[in-house]
């Protein structure tokens, strides 16, 4: 064999090589209705995400207490990652749109870094995320660990994780040549090769599985559980806490009481969106990935294999395209519906025009970058605070006035009956 490509290779050595790249697919209507889905996706999403941030940036400059808010951090950062595997979108489209990949291998590995660090680090910050909502519900006087230094350690934790999953990607993945035909003219003595190029991760078999395995895994399957756990106990959490709040105001049929409620309900189909979302996102293609995982493992004879049909192709294309209507689509369900952004501007409105509504507030630490605080509208109260915690980190007691009753609380477990941190404000 090794005889016959010598041979060959002095037959045809003096011959001039001619490259030819294929035909475009710009005349395939439904790769270019793909591909207008693909753009439409890139300037939603990088719109979105970058609206995001300019509005957490003026909350943050416009109102003081916001600047060690957990929940804003989280959705800062969230949404830069989300713009971040948004640019990628691009070369995507130029790859379907012409049927080669026209940049070179740092393109491709810079291509494939920013394609999965969509898929694997936005996971994890929705997961720490979830983590975060837990504490302040579940645990509200642990307040080192929504400390914002915890959650940049969490955050670097989480980063140099991922960048160690993806090392394999950067270290194989390369632009590889891929020759599609070849035409010999013996007259003219040249040689006519149609190539391309296409972005590869060209991991081989073995690395390849253990990559797709632990992935699938650390990227999927634990990220989903933890955060069907951590939502499913904070919203026991708060259905517990409006069972009890709804006792203590048995008696009082005032309208305004209604508003000490927890609105349990809208929390509980908010959180039941944000898993069902990311669930029917991911789900297919990871699907997909094990199934490509099925046929390396499994390799079925290649004479008796049908070339995949162009519904299967185009439906693969819609597969994939569902991680990055998640990333476009996050600032939505994790931005633009948390209250916590939406309660700021109020709350700097409210101080500029010197309009303070009497309230009683409710916190359970007296350090300003720690405290969790509600506002609790009550005409018929002035004044009102309950504090968890004083200076020296003991528990204190707390003396609610009230024009008609007064209701003293002493024990702990007094205390924590009527915490409910900011529930519009951390859980929305």
Known sequence: MQNSEGLKGTIYENFTLVYALPLSNHDNSSLMLIAG??????LFGTCGNAAILAVVHHVKNQDSRTRHNTTLTYICVLSIVDFLSMLPLPMTILDQILGFWMFDTFACKLFRLLEHIGKIFSTFILVAFSID????????????????????????????????????????????????????????????RMHLYKCVDDLGKELFIVFTLYSFVLAY??????????????????????????QTLAGRRSTEDKKLQIPVGHIAIYTLAICSFHFICWTPYWVSVLYSLYEELYPSNSENREPPTYAFIYFMYGVHALPYINSASNFILYGLLNRQLHQSSVRKNQRSGNVRATSHAVTTNTRPECSELIAIPSPQR???????????????????????????????????????????????
């Not at 889905?37 to 890139?42: D, E, G, K, N, R």
């Not at 399957?221 to 709804?246: C, T, W």
Request: contains cysteine.
């Open 133 to 192: 909502r837990y504490c302040a519900v579940c645990h509200p006087l642990q307040t080192r660990v929504r400390s914002e230094r915890t959650v940049f350690i969490f955050l670097g934790c989480m980063f140099l994780v991922t960048c160690g999953m993806l090392s394999p990607i950067l270290l194989f993945a390369h632009s590889k040549e891929l020759i599609m035909h070849e035409k010999y003219d013996m007259e003219q003595e040249v040689i006519t």
């Open 221 to 246: 399957l634990m990220p989903l559980l933890f955060m069907i756990y951590f939502y499913y106990e904070m919203l026991i959490r708060l259905f517990k806490q409006a069972r009890a709040i709804k």
């Open 382 to 428: 002035t004044e009102s605070r309950l504090s968890a915690l004083d200076k020296n980190g003991q528990e204190g007691s707390a003396l609610v006035h009230h024009t008609t009753d007064q209701t003293i609380v002493n024990s702990r477990s007094d205390i924590l009956q009527w915490i409910t941190p900011e529930t519009e404000s951390v859980i929305l």
């Open 37 to 42: 889905f693909y753009a439409l996706l890139f």
